[in-house]
C-alpha cells in the first residue's frame, strides 16, 4: 500500500536524450510536488499542482515539463537531458496546497552520461 | 533571500543522551516549520509540524521548539537509539506557497 510511488528507481542515460519519471499517489490528496535533491542533499521545490493546475514553477528550465492528467498523478518529461540533472527527484503530495504535511516518494536517482 | 542553516557537519551522540539540532533562518517569518527525516536512498519522512504561535511540540521521544524572535528551531530526540541515526530536515513554510528546505543534519548514535 505504497502512498507514493515514482517510477522508474533508478535512471541512467546520455546526455541529449529525453525521458520522463512517473509519480502516483493514492493518498487522496489534492496537491504534489517534484522535487529535486543535489549532490549536497539541498532539497529544492520544482513545481508544484493543486488540482491539476500548476502553482509553483521555480526557475526551472523550460526542458522540464511537468503533467498531471489527473489529480493522483504527477509525471516530469525532461527533454535534452544535461550532465547538470543528475540528481535525486523527489515527487510529493500533500492534502492542502502549500500548509500541510507532505508524503515523499521513494525518489529516482537520474544519472546522466 | 531566504536562507535556512543546520549544521552540515554529522552529529555523533552516544546511545541514551538527547541529542539536539538546530535550524536557523534568516530573511524569513515562517508561519509553520516542520521536521523531516531521511534515511539514505530514501524520500523524506514527516515527524513534526510546529506553529508560529507555538513554542513547543512533543511526540514522544521527539521535542521541537520555536523561537520567531531568535529565528530558531531547535528539536530534540531524548533517550537516543542507533535506530535514530539518519539525516534530519527542517523545512519552513508556507512562503509563497511553498516550504523551503534545509540542507539537513546527519545525526549518527553510536551502541
Known amino acids: 500500500d505504497t502512498a507514493v510511488s515514482q517510477t522508474p528507481k533508478y535512471l541512467v542515460t546520455q546526455m541529449g536524450n529525453d525521458k520522463s519519471i512517473k509519480c502516483e499517489q493514492n493518498?487522496?490528496?489534492?496537491?504534489m510536488y517534484w522535487y529535486k535533491q543535489d549532490s549536497k542533499k539541498f532539497l529544492k521545490i520544482m513545481f508544484s499542482?493543486?488540482?491539476?493546475?500548476?502553482?509553483i514553477n521555480e526557475t526551472v528550465p523550460n526542458r522540464f515539463s511537468p503533467k498531471s492528467p489527473d489529480k493522483a498523478h504527477l509525471n516530469l518529461h525532461i527533454n535534452s537531458l544535461e550532465l547538470g540533472d543528475s540528481a535525486v527527484y523527489f515527487c510529493?503530495?500533500?492534502?492542502?496546497?502549500?500548509?500541510?504535511?507532505?508524503?515523499f516518494g521513494p525518489g529516482t536517482r537520474l544519472t546522466v552520461l | 533571500s531566504q536562507k535556512i542553516e543546520q549544521n552540515s557537519e554529522a552529529l555523533n551522540i552516544q546511545e541514551g543522551k538527547t541529542a539536539t539540532l538546530t535550524c536557523n533562518y534568516t530573511?524569513?517569518?515562517?508561519?509553520?516549520l516542520q521536521w523531516y527525516r531521511q534515511d539514505p536512498g530514501r524520500g523524506p519522512v514527516f515527524l513534526l509540524l510546529?506553529?508560529?504561535?507555538?513554542k513547543e511540540k512533543r511526540k514522544e521521544r521527539l521535542k521541537v521548539t520555536f523561537d520567531t524572535t531568535l529565528k530558531q528551531s531547535l528539536f530534540h530526540i531524548t533517550a537516543s537509539q542507533p535506530a535514530d541515526s539518519a539525516t534530519y530536515l527542517c523545512?519552513?513554510?508556507?512562503?509563497?506557497?511553498?516550504?523551503?528546505f534545509g540542507t539537513g543534519t546527519r545525526l549518527k548514535v553510536l551502541a
Open positions: 510529493a503530495s500533500s492534502q492542502e496546497y502549500g500548509t500541510d504535511t507532505q508524503y
Open positions: 493518498l487522496g490528496h489534492d496537491t
Open positions: 499542482y493543486n488540482n491539476k493546475e500548476l502553482i
Open positions: 530573511n524569513y517569518s515562517p508561519a509553520y
Open positions: 510546529i506553529r508560529e504561535n507555538e
Open positions: 523545512a519552513l513554510g508556507p512562503g509563497t506557497y511553498k516550504y523551503i
